[in-house]
């Protein structure tokens, strides 16, 4: 990411409503796989952004906010694919959501995660 992005992520004010908390999102929802437990971390504010659902800010939502910023501004080194070399897959699973990560050679090469949805 660049420098510029990087003072943009850190000096974001606290969103204050549903539109600001989308804006935030897409923003570091572009670099999710940079971000471990992406899904996991974002979820307080996803559900800021449900057309019915109520803006209510809490320690949670900060939390998520303040947690996304500090992940996306000192984000790990991950490592190009080699061809060359064998790969690694880690999943894990929840009934709320799942994760994986891809390394080869120990080490990163890019994180994956979804929030599910109740059914």
Not at 7 to 16: D, F, G, I, T, Y
Not at 54 to 66: G, L, N, T, V, Y
Request: one cysteine or more.
């Amino acid at each position: 990411m660049d420098l510029t992005k990087v003072e943009a992520v850190s000096n974001w004010k606290q969103p204050e409503n549903p539109t600001e908390v989308r804006s935030f999102l897409g923003l570091v929802g572009y670099y999710h796989r940079f971000i471990k437990d992406f899904s996991k971390i974002a979820g307080p504010m996803t559900e800021l952004t449900k057309k019915y659902g109520k803006f209510i800010w809490d320690a949670k939502c900060e939390r998520s906010f303040q947690e996304l910023k500090r992940r996306l501004t000192e984000a790990p080194v991950l490592t190009l694919p080699n061809g060359n070399h064998g790969y690694v897959v880690f999943t894990d699973a929840s009934k709320e959501g799942l994760g994986c990560v891809l390394m080869q050679n120990e080490r990163v090469i890019a994180y994956v995660s979804r929030k599910l949805k109740p059914y």
